[in-house]
Nanobody, 128 residues
Framework: QAHLVESGGGLVQTGGSLRLSCAAS????????VGWFRQAPGKEREFVAA?????????YYADSVKGRFTISRENANNTVYLQMNSLEPEDTAVYYC????????????????????WGQGTQVTVSS
């Protein structure tokens, strides 16, 4: 199992930065795939970034955030981060951390249906 708690959301101006944290417990977090998704009002939840399990630690990004967002994992404290730079109003959404209790490859890692555990989400608002 995995228990996930996101934090770090808030209000920021266009061009600003935020770092989201996902504090986790449970074996699935340590051995599985961790991803970030977001959901804007009236839209479907969409993939943002994913980090596969060790030893490969393969990283995937949505095209819309590539070059601006960075996902990373700190194993010592069971935390995954999403560093978000050059934020745009289009990035406004509730951001969710999620875990696949297993493995994924390629586009599978972008499919929210494969993720078994989800956090409660943290709101990110980017003002223009």
């Amino acid at each position: 199992q995995a228990h996930l708690v996101e934090s770090g959301g808030g209000l920021v101006q266009t061009g600003g930065s935020l770092r989201l944290s996902c504090a986790a417990s449970g074996r699935a977090f340590s051995t599985g795939v961790v991803g970030w998704f977001r959901q804007a009002p009236g839209k479907e939840r969409e993939f943002v970034a994913a980090l596969t399990r060790r030893p490969l630690n393969t990283i995937y990004y949505a095209d819309s955030v590539k070059g601006r967002f960075t996902i990373s994992r700190e194993n010592a404290n069971n935390t995954v981060y999403l560093q978000m730079n050059s934020l745009e109003p289009e990035d406004t959404a509730v951001y969710y951390c999620a875990v696949i209790n297993g493995a994924c490859t390629g586009y599978g890692c972008r499919d929210r249906r494969l993720y078994n555990y989800w956090g409660q989400g943290t709101q990110v608002t980017v003002s223009s």
